[in-house]
């Protein structure tokens, strides 16, 4: 079959690179939207948050699924209406060295991993840092000629500097606002006097790359009371995001993933350090102690519902996160602070394996796809008789499966569609996937479903 005419062409970059993630079992940065299929839902209820944000207010999700099952992906996506809309993203994934608070750095580590991936409509890929606070200096000389005051006039840095220093004041009040404030301001005035290693240590406090009080005075030559620290770095997040609005954004939104590490750390206290700067981020989003900022935290059922190691281990949360009983009785509410993810239909992973073939194609510059309707559905209708598939099925398998195929079909001439297919055999549940309700080896296989392929609207 024909690819259509009218279907939207990848930029090669952004395929190459969605195809090369895909196929590696990772989630992309770029290209997303063009492989989206289903979660309308849970994308409007986020797209809400996004609203609010934007209107001054704040939000705190949970997005909840076993491994592969798309959080991350889903998370990419968000993060890209997010750009798109005007708002400054911040994304990091926790690991054993990442975290929100703990010894060793290791909350120091999650904030500077949030710098550096942070990033706005005209720098989408990171270290945006810079660019973010170049804007709003480029906008304030515009505005300053625009009412005729020109750059080669007497008081026009002078003007300048005031309306910098004015707008900068107002962060003054909130904590760790005066060193923000004054780091910020001296960055402003070393961009004016082209004074590009003043730019360069007040960046890095920015960045929390100081340890020290004496470290960041020595590069900055002015004292400062704080630097960026493990116990302190959120508030200079909110900081962040009352600045943002200043500078011409719609906010902030922090992404942050694999939040399963904190459920991994084997000691008791720290891991309850680390929920309770949880509990604080979802108290300041909640209450309205923090404005234009949203937080994201993507994790599995184990992270969430475990009462002896996950977030429902400790009261506060349990007593926040836990679903109702009108949840408990099969009802979804999508603006609870948790949202799980349901497993996508038989007919969603059809339309994405069909769509995943079509983006193939285009890649490797064919005029038709790699393989039928037909193939296709039997793909799928092989991939869901595993035993347990109806629940535990999840897209990364499905991608993953499929891309290797064509890769082969691709690399070996001589090789067929069914041939390959009859090798495949059943599909092996995934490594570590241990939640409630994966299943058992007992488990008798369900028959092979019949899907309606033409039915699908892709």
Same mark, same amino acid.
């Given at each position: 079959m024909a690819i259509e005419a009218n279907e939207i062409k990848v930029p090669k970059r952004i395929l190459n690179t969605l195809l090369a993630s895909l196929s590696a079992g990772v989630v992309p940065r770029c290209g997303a939207p063009y492989i989206a299929i289903g979660r309308q839902d849970e994308i409007s209820s986020l797209l809400d948050n996004l609203d609010t944000v934007a209107d001054g207010g704040a939000a705190c999700r949970f997005l909840i699924g076993?491994?592969?099952s798309g959080k991350s992906f889903l998370i990419q996506l968000i993060r890209g209406y997010a750009l798109d809309r005007g708002f400054i993203c911040l994304d990091a994934d926790l690991s054993p060295e990442r975290r929100l608070t703990g010894g060793s750095g290791a909350g120091l580590a999650t904030y500077r991993e949030l710098m550096i991936n942070l990033s706005c409509k005209s720098s989408p890929d990171g270290n945006a840092l810079s660019v973010v606070l170049s804007r709003y200096f480029t906008r304030l000389k515009t505005e300053l000629v625009s009412e005729g005051i020109l750059p080669g006039n007497e008081g026009f840095e002078d003007e300048l500097k005031r309306r910098i220093f004015l707008t900068l004041s107002e962060l003054e009040g909130d904590v760790g606002g005066f060193d923000f404030a004054r780091v910020l301001g001296e960055y402003y005035i070393a961009t004016i006097n082209d004074d590009s290693e003043r730019k360069s240590s007040c960046l890095r406090w920015l960045r929390g790359e100081f340890s020290t009080k004496t470290e960041a005075k020595a590069a900055l030559g002015f004292s400062v009371s704080t630097v960026i620290d493990d116990d302190n770095w959120?508030?200079?997040? !909110?900081?962040?995001?009352?600045?943002?609005?200043? &500078?011409?954004?719609?906010?902030?939104i922090m992404f942050i993933d694999e939040c399963v590490n904190l459920y991994k750390i084997p000691n008791r206290i720290s891991r309850e350090a680390n929920y309770e700067k949880i509990l604080a981020i979802f108290n300041d989003t909640l209450q309205g102690k923090a404005k234009h900022l949203g937080v994201i935290f993507g994790g599995t059922p184990q992270f969430l519902e475990d009462t002896r190691r996950g977030l429902f281990s400790y009261d506060a949360l349990r007593s926040r996160l836990a679903d109702s !009983?009108?949840?408990?009785?099969?009802?979804?509410? &999508?603006?609870?602070?948790?949202i799980r993810l349901r497993r996508l239909s038989d007919n969603e992973l059809l339309a994405l394996v069909k769509r995943l073939s079509r983006l193939y194609a285009q890649r490797e510059g064919m005029t038709v796809p790699p393989v039928t309707d037909e193939e296709i559905e039997r793909f799928v209708t092989h991939a869901l008789s595993r035993a347990g598939a109806e629940e535990m099925i999840t897209p990364r398998e499905i991608i993953r499966d499929f891309l290797t195929l064509l890769a082969i079909l691709r690399d070996n001439p001589a090789a067929s569609f069914d041939?390959? &297919?009859s090798r495949m055999g059943k599909p092996e549940a995934n490594e570590?996937?241990?939640?409630?309700?994966?299943?058992?080896?007992?488990?008798?296989?369900?028959?092979?479903?019949?899907?309606?392929?033409?039915?699908?609207?892709?």
């Open positions: 076993r491994y592969g959120y508030s200079f997040i !909110k900081l962040l995001s009352a600045l943002s609005v200043k &500078l011409g954004y719609s906010g902030v !009983k009108y949840t408990e009785m099969g009802y979804r509410n &999508l603006s609870s602070p948790v041939s390959l &297919l570590g996937d241990t939640e409630v309700g994966a299943g058992s080896r007992d488990t008798p296989v369900a028959p092979p479903k019949k899907i309606g392929l033409f039915d699908i609207d892709i």
